[in-house]
């Protein structure tokens, strides 16, 4: 059953939408159409104030956000959420940064909706990766500099026995470390070790596609070197040889 069936049927739909990066403007007109409908929505903790004061007035809120550590509602208890206020007959907003398929773990929610017997849709939403790496000048791609990309989660690092480092120290691609920042000097030596040059070029993106941005880019010893401390903005790790391409670049 399609959002469109789902209004003359007064049975309960679930909408697990992408918000994009941050900013309003950056969020796609379904996602807009979506939210500006819901009956209840249930939302992580990056979403932008500017996003949630589209929810309409009466809609229910349920705070579900995530933190190192901190989780308001565990991932079984969002499930068990999002089915029951669909079987009260809601329409109902998953609202995530980014977008829900790429580590917004939607895929988890959708499996729980399906196993319900829950009709669901799935709106995309500009992905962290594209949306911080543009808004910092690097990009993804370059036909000259690298001809593919990878998204990774930044916990990697924490098990080396988890991903082929040696394959992704080879040269000609751009590596993209979601929430990298806590872990930059894991993932760094790392790449180091098998053999990625240490003056590569890398950067810390945060708070990306935001008024509040904040950019580091330089070679990647360097900037083990100069990185923040880890704090609760949110942050991208982006490492490869297109970020020299970017204004922020500074060896």
Known sequence: M???????????????????????????????????????????RLIAPEVLALIPVAAQRVYVGKALGNHAVPQGGIHDLLVQHARLGKRVVRLKGGDPYVFGRGG???????????????????????????????????RDLAGSCVFLPGHLADDEATHDWQALARPGQTRVFYMGVQRLAQIAHQLIAHGLAPDTPAAIVRDGARATQTVIATGLRDLVARAPAYGPQPGLLIIGETVQLSPHFNL
């Open 2 to 44: 399609t959002f469109e069936a789902q209004e003359h049927t007064g049975r309960g739909f679930v909408s697990i939408v992408g918000a994009g990066p941050g900013p309003v403007d950056l969020m796609t007109l379904r996602a807009f159409d979506r939210l500006q409908r819901a009956e209840v929505v249930v939302h992580d």
């Open 108 to 142: 988890e929610e959708v499996q729980a909706l399906q196993a319900a017997a829950i009709a669901f849709e799935v709106v995309p939403g500009v992905t962290a990766a594209s949306g911080c790496s543009a808004a910092a000048g690097i990009p993804l791609t370059h």
